[in-house]
């Protein structure tokens, strides 16, 4: 569909305003979750939408996670078409029996005569004390289940579009969101368009290293390519993912077939993130086309100390992520090399603070 003059939006602006237009064309959706109706609106997402579509479509709910996730999916099986809120994904694992033995089974187990049109928004992300009951990135999880399609949109742009395809998809979706994201600023066109769920897009044009990343760590991987293309010139072929399930494998098959080589980074823990399966897709259709096995930056396979402090080094960087491309590459660095893409991944804020350099257009 045709999309309208562009403006610079917040991510959370993005979101709101994707839901905003999805409530104001269609009576069937509505949305719920804890904290939905609240000041602070979660990341102000929702904000206004109670006072412009009134209590019977925007409502807060019980802490019953899974009692809420079975509400929306009887809701679905009847007609409506709801956003449930998650204020951290942490949460959704009280959910689980709902999401994973009936919103993404009851499809197929009916032979396709009923669908539940249900999109989940998580919550994820770091900083600010979270710690590990609050911070983790359990995407793989849900993305493992068949029957539901999982996405993790990084720009203003595809936070929206994605949104509103989620919406409109007769599937269960669930919807991740990096809460660093919220605030960035970006390009975003007027009115209603979708941005296709399954469907990779490229950040960075390089011939020397693939990345693959997902949602905020494929800012944190721009801001790597750009420094090793202007200091070391080196060219990464980027690649934010933008959703885990359908998996846009060929655009991963596809730059490889150019650079021979694959880094993967995933805001999750190591063991059994999709960085993993993507690697595994990466050696069954492409061992011919790698010059050197594939890499990964994640999350280390522990929680995240609540303290600022003893959390410092718990997440990656960019400088993690150039790294771990020059030893790919077999580069060693000069004098001259070293100073300046020190100087350029340097952090700019404390390592749980939003990198505020993060602005679009992406």
């Not at 911070?135 to 990084?154: D, E, Y």
Request: one cysteine or more; glycine letters at 8%; proline letters at 7%.
């Amino acid at each position: 569909m045709p999309e309208g003059p562009v403006r610079q939006l917040k991510f959370g602006e993005a979101l709101r305003e994707a839901t905003d237009l999805c409530m104001a064309r269609d009576p069937r959706v509505i949305v719920m979750g804890e904290g939905v109706p609240d000041p602070k609106s979660i990341f102000k997402t929702t904000e206004g939408l109670r006072e412009k579509y009134g209590p019977a479509r925007v409502f807060d709910t019980p802490l019953s996670e899974n009692g809420m996730t079975g509400v929306c999916i009887g809701a679905a099986l009847t007609g409506m078409r709801p956003i449930l809120v998650h204020q951290r994904i942490d949460f959704a694992l009280l959910s689980m029996d709902q999401l994973v033995n009936n919103a993404a089974k009851w499809h197929y187990m009916f032979g396709g005569v009923s669908s539940v049109p249900l999109v989940i928004r998580m919550i994820i992300g770091r900083g600010w004390g979270q710690g590990p009951q609050h911070s983790q990135g359990l995407q793989a999880m849900f993305a493992q289940v068949p029957g539901l399609k999982v996405v993790m949109p990084t720009s203003p742009r595809d936070a929206k579009g994605l949104l509103i395809a989620a919406v409109e998809d007769d599937n269960p979706v669930v919807f991740i969101e990096h809460r660093w994201l919220h605030n960035v600023s970006g390009d975003v066109p007027e009115g209603t368009y979708t941005v296709p769920i399954g469907r990779a897009r490229k950040m960075h044009d390089g011939a020397d290293l693939t990345i693959a990343a997902f949602s905020y760590m494929a800012l944190e991987s721009l801001k790597a390519a750009q420094a090793l293309l202007t200091h070391v010139g080196i060219g990464i072929d980027l690649i934010d993912m933008r959703s885990l399930r359908p998996l846009d494998s060929q655009a991963v098959m596809d730059s490889i077939a150019k650079t021979g080589r694959l880094l993967v980074a995933d805001p999750a823990f190591k063991t059994g993130s999709f960085a993993t399966e993507i690697m595994s897709i990466a050696m069954e259709e492409g061992f011919h086309l790698l010059k050197t096995a594939p890499k990964r930056v994640t999350l280390p396979d522990h929680p995240v100390p609540t303290s600022h402090l003893l959390s410092t080094g718990y997440y990656p960087s960019p400088m993690h992520i150039a790294q771990t491309a020059l030893q790919m590459l077999g580069h060693t660095l000069t004098a001259t090399e070293r100073q300046a893409l020190d100087a350029a991944l340097k952090p700019r804020t404390l390592h749980d603070v939003p990198d505020i350099s993060f602005q679009g257009p992406f």
